[in-house]
């Protein structure tokens, strides 16, 4: 069984704080990594891809792959309540089958 | 260019009756996915196509569910009968290719079973 494992959080952090989002994966043979965030009551939103060991920019997202350790982890800095919402880790093996996607982490950021 | 498209959004149906739902994925996209989202849980796939046929239904409850994508274009999901733990998010979402591709998921059909 293919596990991809968040802490549910709530996770709360004041606004312009630095947010840290967590995601561990059971299949060593994954490839290719994917952050969604999703409103309450609306679809995911792909917000970062990443498929090499770590650091990947997009404005004020970074996110980090150790496969090693079978880690990945998305950091938002500068965080604004506009963020708050629940971020969906997803994993993808290299055999072309869909997402794998973790319970998600859910984030507060408080003005 | 135009998103992943889904209806109906919102369907309220009595348990042992049936629902349908239609997705249309972003233009050019081979890779076509539907997924169930519970509440308080992440998406879990049911179905993927390849243009027109299915790559991986292992998680599709067969008995009471299927699906299909004529012409390797649009898709429908279809329940029947339905039962009280299929009241879920339905999320249909669509890629470039399959394998490491983006996904990019439509709005999703909010279906409750009473």
């Known amino acids: 069984q293919k596990e991809v494992e968040q802490n549910s959080g709530p996770l709360s952090v004041p606004e312009g704080a630095i947010a840290s989002l967590n995601c561990t994966y059971s299949d060593r043979v994954s490839q290719s990594f994917f952050w969604y965030r999703q409103y309450s009551g609306k679809s995911p939103e792909l917000i970062m891809s990443?498929?090499?060991?770590g650091d990947k920019e997009d404005g004020r997202f970074t996110a980090q792959l150790n496969k090693a350790s079978q880690y990945v982890s998305l950091l938002i800095r500068d965080s604004q309540p506009s963020d708050s919402a629940t971020y969906l880790c997803a994993v993808n093996s290299n055999s072309g089958y869909a997402l794998n996607f973790g319970k998600g982490t859910s984030l507060l950021v408080t003005p | 260019e135009a998103g992943v498209a889904q209806s109906p959004r919102y369907k309220i149906i009595e348990k042992r009756q049936s629902v349908a739902f239609w997705c249309n994925p972003i233009?050019?996209?081979?890779?076509l996915y539907w997924y169930q989202q519970i509440l308080g849980q992440g998406p879990k796939l049911l179905i993927q196509f390849q243009n027109n046929g299915v790559v991986d239904d292992s998680q599709l409850p067969k008995d009471r569910f299927s699906a299909e994508r004529l012409k390797g274009v649009d898709s429908t999901l279809k329940i029947q009968p339905a039962k009280l733990e299929d009241s879920a998010v339905y999320l249909c979402?669509?890629?470039?290719?399959?394998?490491?591709?983006?996904?990019?998921f439509g709005p999703g059909t909010r279906l409750t079973v009473l």
């Open positions: 990443i498929y090499s060991n």
């Open positions: 233009s050019g996209h081979a890779t």
């Open positions: 979402a669509s890629s470039f290719s399959s394998g490491g591709n983006e996904q990019f």
